[in-house]
C-alpha cells in the first residue's frame, strides 16, 4: 500500500527490462527459434520454406485473433476447434449435393457453403456469446460445453468419416492458387488481421474490448453496455474461427469432424506468447499474428529438424507455460517500473 | 505523557514514565524496494489504552503496525514486548506472545468453518489426530465470551463481511491477548457493528488489553481513543493525549498544512434546482425515503458514516441500485432507474469512491480511460471511426490543467502514484459538459498536493455553475467545502445544515446513535 504512493525509480529501469515489458517475450523467442532452426537445418531459412510456413501458420492465425478477442475481455474460448470442425462439416455437406445437383453453378455452390459453414460456426460463437454475457456462465463452462455440443453434432451429422464431393475449385480457390508467389489463404488472413487491426485500434467497439475487460465495472461506470461488448467478443470469436474452418477444409478438399482438436490449445498459447494478458485488457493483433507464426515456425523447424509430431507436441506445451511465466514476471516488472 | 513535536521526532523518552509500555518500536525504519516507508520511527503501547495511529494514506501507518504484528521485520531498529528486545519471526510467533493484529484484508478461509479458521494452523490435536470436540467447545467459549452472534460452524462464506471481522477477531482472543492492533476495522461495518467493535474494545481495555487503532476517521480518534500518534511521510510527527486534540490540529499534524492551505473559499451562487431526489428507498432498505436537492453553482455535502447509506444514494442516481420506491429528477427530467450511459449523456458524472474497484481500467493508458466514458460522441468519434488524435489533444489539455505527473498520457495507471490515479478518475468528468458531479469520497488515499488540488477544481467547478454533491467520512472536507449539508444515519436522513449551522459537533451529532459526550 505505502509503496504505491511513492514515485521513487526502481532497479527495473534498465534497458532490458523496459523492453521486455514493452514488447513481451515474443520477440526474444522468435530470434532464439531462428537462430536455432537455422543452425539445424540449411533448408529452414529459404523463400519456399518461409511461405510454406506462412500458410501452414494462416489457420492457426486467424483462430488466434478471434481467441484474442475472448481473452481480451478477460474469459476464453475453448470451442474455437469444434468451431472449425463443425464449420467444416457444414460446409462441406452444403457444397457436395449441391455440386452433384448443379455441376455448372460452381460459384453458387461454393458461395452457398461457405455462407452455411460459416454461419453454423458463428452461431456457436452467438450461443456462446448468450452464455457468458446474458447468463453469466463462466467462459470455461460455456466454452467447453458448446464444444461439446458442436463435435457431437458434427460426428452425427458425419457419422465420423470425411465428407467427399467438394468442388475442385473450392480448394483451388482458397487453398492452392498462387498470386505473386503467395498462397491465397495468406492474403485472407492478411485482410483479417487489417479488419482486426482496425477494429481493436480505431473502433469504439475495439476500445471498449479492452475496457471491458480491464475492468468491468468501471466500464459499466462509464456508461458502457458491457453485456453487448462480451456478447460481441464470442461472436467475433466464433466467427474468426468459423472463417479458419472453411479455409482449412478448401486445403482437405474435405468436410472433416477430427480437425481443429490443437486449436484451443495452439490458439491460447500463440495469444499468450504474443502478450496478451490472461487477466484481460491487454493485448497487441500485430504480436498474435506473430505468436501464431511463431508457433507455426516452430512446428516447421522441428518437422525439418525431424523431430516427431508427438514430441512436437510436448514442446508446444512448454512454451505455453513458459509464456505464462513471462507473463507473470512481465506484470511483476511493470508494477515497480514507475516513472 | 504527551510528547508533541513536529518535527520528526526523536525524544520520547522510553524510561521518563512510570508505567512500563508493553509493546515498544524503537527508531524502526523500513526500507521496500525504493520506498523508505518509515524512518526511524518511535511507537509505545501501554497496557490498557487505546493508541490511535493517524495519517493519510502512505503515511506508513500499515508498515508500522505489520512490524508490530510480524508481517514485516524492520530494516532498522527494534521491538520490545514488555521492556524485553523481541524479533519477531512472523504472524503465528506473535500470536504466541499474545500480539494479534485484525487487518483489513482478512485471513479467513472461506469454504471452512468458523472453529476451523479459529485454529487453522494451531490445530488442536489428541494422539495426532484433530480434537475437534475440544475446539468446537473452545471456539464456543471464545463467541460467547465476546458476545458475538456467530456459531462455531457455520462456514464463513455465508457471513457477511462485519462477522467475517468478528472472526478475525475472535481469533484474536483465541490465546492469551495483551496487544489487539486493529487495522480501520470499521470501514466495513453498519454503525451498529461498529458499536458493537467498540464496546468489545472497551471491554478488553479494562482487561490491560493494548490497542493500537488504525484509522483516518478524526470521530473514531475521539470516540475511543486515549493517545493519538500522527504519522506522516514515513515519519512520526507527534503523539499526543487525545484530550489535548481537535480536528484542526490533527489536520494540520497530517497534512503538515494548515487548514486554510488546505480548502479553498468558494463562492457559492445556488442556481437552478439540477438534481432532486425524493423519498427515495432502495430495494435492500439501505437508504428509506431519503430527499435531497442540489442546485448548479453549489457544493452539497453528504456525510455519513461508513454505512449510514451515503454511497448508495450516489450510486442510486446512476442505475447501481434498485429502486423500490422514490423519484430521482435531473435538470426537470425524471431519471429514476435509469442506466450510467444514460446520466452521462444527460451531463451527470458520478465519481466512484474505490478507484481501483469501480473507477479505472489500471492496465489501459491515462488516455483511453479519460475519454473512455464519451467516446460515442464527437470529437472522439468521427464518422464511425475513432480520432484518436483530436483524442489525444483533448485529454492532454485536462492532463495540463490537472498538472498530472507524469505528463505522458499513453502511460498506463499501474505506473501513476494514488493522487495522479485520482486525478485521473476526476479527468474523466472534465472532458466533456458534465453540469452536475457526485463525488463520492474523491479524496481518499491521496496525498496533501493532490487533495489540494482536487479541491481546488471542486471550487472551479462550482464557480463556473457546476452542481457537486460532495459524499463523504472525511469530516474536515463536509465543513470546509459545502455550502449545504445533508447527514445520513443508517439510510435515514437526519439532519441538512446550512452554512454556518455546519459545524463539528452537529455534524457528529447526526453520525450517532447519541451526541457524542
Not at chain 1, 507455460?321 to 511483476?332: C, G, H, N, P, T
Not at chain 2, 521496500?32 to 503515511?59: I, K, S
Amino acid at each position: 500500500m505505502d509503496r504505491k504512493e511513492a514515485q521513487h525509480r526502481f532497479d527495473y529501469s534498465g534497458a532490458l527490462p523496459r523492453l521486455f515489458v514493452r514488447i513481451g517475450v515474443l520477440p526474444f523467442l522468435l530470434l532464439i527459434a531462428l537462430i536455432v532452426f537455422t543452425a539445424l537445418s540449411d533448408r529452414f531459412l529459404t523463400a519456399e520454406n518461409l511461405i510454406t510456413v506462412a500458410r501452414q501458420a494462416t489457420y492457426l492465425a486467424i483462430v488466434a485473433m478471434g481467441q484474442m478477442l475472448a481473452l481480451l475481455t478477460g474469459g476464453f474460448d475453448l470451442s474455437v476447434g469444434k468451431i472449425v470442425a463443425i464449420t467444416s462439416v457444414i460446409t462441406a455437406l452444403t457444397m457436395a449435393p449441391l455440386a452433384a445437383a448443379h455441376p455448372d453453378a460452381t460459384a453458387a455452390t461454393l458461395t452457398l457453403g461457405i455462407l452455411a459453414g460459416i454461419g453454423a460456426g458463428t452461431l456457436v460463437g452467438v450461443v456462446n456469446g448468450v452464455g457468458v454475457a446474458l447468463f453469466n456462465v463462466s467462459p470455461f463452462m460455456m466454452t467447453l460445453g458448446t464444444a461439446a455440443i458442436s463435435f457431437g453434432i458434427a460426428l452425427t451429422l458425419t457419422s465420423g468419416v470425411p465428407v467427399y464431393g467438394i468442388p475442385d475449385a473450392f480448394g483451388t480457390i482458397f487453398s492452392f492458387a498462387r498470386i505473386f508467389d503467395i498462397p491465397s489463404p495468406v492474403y485472407v488472413t492478411a485482410g483479417l488481421f487489417v479488419a482486426m487491426y482496425v477494429l481493436l485500434n480505431w473502433t469504439r467497439m475495439g476500445r471498449y474490448f479492452y475496457a471491458v475487460g480491464g475492468n468491468l465495472k468501471a466500464s459499466r461506470l462509464s456508461g458502457i453496455n458491457t453485456r453487448f461488448y462480451l456478447f460481441m467478443a464470442y461472436v467475433l470469436c466464433g466467427a474468426l474461427a468459423a472463417v479458419a474452418g472453411a479455409l482449412l477444409t478448401a486445403r482437405l478438399e474435405t468436410g472433416e469432424a477430427n480437425i481443429g482438436a490443437s486449436m484451443p490449445l495452439d490458439s491460447i498459447a500463440a495469444c499468450v506468447i504474443g502478450g496478451v494478458s490472461l487477466r484481460g485488457g491487454i493485448g497487441n493483433v500485430g504480436n498474435v499474428v506473430l505468436g501464431a507464426v511463431f508457433i507455426g515456425l516452430i512446428q516447421n523447424g522441428m518437422d525439418l529438424a525431424q523431430i516427431q509430431s508427438y514430441l512436437q507436441e510436448v514442446v508446444i506445451g512448454v512454451l505455453l507455460i513458459l509464456a505464462v511465466i513471462a507473463d507473470q514476471l512481465r506484470q511483476f516488472v511493470m508494477l515497480r517500473l514507475k516513472d | 505523557m504527551s510528547t508533541e513535536t513536529v518535527a520528526p521526532a526523536a525524544s520520547v523518552g522510553a524510561g521518563s514514565t512510570p508505567p512500563t509500555p508493553i509493546l515498544q518500536a524503537q527508531a524502526v525504519s523500513k526500507q521496500f524496494p525504493g520506498v523508505l516507508a518509515l524512518d526511524a520511527v518511535d511507537f509505545e503501547l501501554r497496557a490498557g489504552e487505546v493508541h490511535v495511529l493517524f495519517g493519510e494514506n502512505g503515511a506508513g501507518k500499515s508498515t508500522l503496525i505489520q512490524i508490530l504484528a510480524g508481517v514485516h521485520a524492520p530494516t532498522e531498529g527494534g521491538v520490545r514486548f514488555r521492556g524485553e528486545p523481541i524479533e519477531l519471526q512472523g504472524v503465528h510467533h506473535a500470536r504466541t506472545l499474545g500480539i494479534s493484529a485484525v487487518f483489513q484484508e482478512f485471513s479467513l478461509v472461506q469454504t471452512l468453518t468458523i472453529e476451523e479458521n479459529l485454529f487453522l494452523g494451531a490445530e488442536l490435536t489428541n494422539r495426532g489426530f484433530l480434537d475437534k470436540v475440544a475446539q468446537h467447545r473452545r471456539a464456543d467459549d471464545i463467541l460467547k465470551q465476546l458476545g458475538f452472534p456467530l456459531r462455531p460452524r457455520q462456514r464463513i462464506q455465508d457471513l457477511t463481511r462485519a462477522e467475517q471481522q468478528m472472526v478475525e477477531i475472535a481469533k484474536a482472543f483465541r490465546t492469551d491477548l495483551s496487544v489487539l492492533i486493529l487495522d480501520e476495522p470499521t470501514a466495513s461495518l453498519t454503525d451498529r457493528e461498529a458499536e458493537r467493535l467498540f464496546a468489545m474494545i472497551e471491554q478488553a481495555k479494562t482487561r490491560g488489553v493494548g490497542i493500537v487503532y488504525v484509522t483516518h476517521r478524526m470521530s473514531e480518534i475521539y470516540r475511543l481513543g486515549d493517545r493519538v500518534t500522527v504519522l506522516r511521510d514515513g515519519k512520526r510527527v507527534a503523539t499526543l493525549d487525545v484530550a489535548e486534540a481537535d480536528d484542526e490540529r490533527l489536520l494540520q499534524l497530517m497534512t503538515g498544512r494548515v487548514i486554510s492551505q488546505v480548502f479553498p473559499k468558494i463562492a457559492y451562487q445556488p442556481g437552478t434546482p439540477l438534481l432532486e431526489i425524493s423519498h427515495l428507498t432502495t430495494e435492500d432498505g439501505a437508504a428509506r425515503g431519503v430527499s435531497l436537492l442540489v442546485r448548479s453553482g453549489e457544493v452539497v455535502g453528504l456525510a455519513g458514516l461508513v454505512g449510514s447509506g451515503k454511497s448508495v444514494i450516489g450510486r442510486a442516481c446512476f442505475g447501481l441500485e434498485r429502486i423500490a420506491s422514490g423519484r430521482i429528477t435531473f435538470d426537470g427530467e425524471d431519471v429514476t432507474a435509469r442506466s450510467a450511459r444514460a446520466m452521462l449523456d444527460r451531463g451527470a458524472f458520478y465519481l466512484p469512491p474505490d478507484r481501483r474497484e469501480e473507477g479505472l481500467v489500471m492496465m489501459r493508458s491515462v488516455r483511453e480511460n479519460v475519454s473512455l466514458p464519451w467516446l460515442a460522441a464527437r470529437p472522439f468519434t468521427r464518422f464511425g471511426f475513432l480520432d484518436r488524435s483530436s483524442e489525444r489533444t483533448k485529454v492532454r489539455d485536462v492532463a495540463d490543467r490537472l498538472n498530472l505527473q507524469p505528463r505522458n498520457i499513453e502511460h498506463d495507471l499501474e505506473r501513476l502514484s494514488g493522487g495522479n490515479q485520482q486525478k485521473v478518475l476526476l479527468a474523466k468528468g472534465l472532458v466533456s459538459a458534465v453540469k452536475l458531479f457526485i463525488l463520492d469520497e474523491p479524496t481518499v488515499g491521496v496525498d496533501v498536493g493532490t487533495r489540494v488540488a482536487i479541491y481546488g477544481f471542486i471550487r472551479d467547478l462550482c464557480e463556473s455553475g457546476a452542481g457537486i454533491l460532495l459524499i463523504s467520512s472525511d469530516l474536515p472536507e463536509i465543513l470546509h467545502l459545502t455550502n449545504r449539508t445533508y447527514v445520513m444515519y443508517r439510510g435515514d436522513m437526519r439532519a441538512e445544515l446550512q452554512g454556518a449551522e455546519i459545524t463539528q459537533d452537529r455534524v457528529l451529532a447526526n453520525f450517532f446513535e447519541r451526541a457524542r459526550a
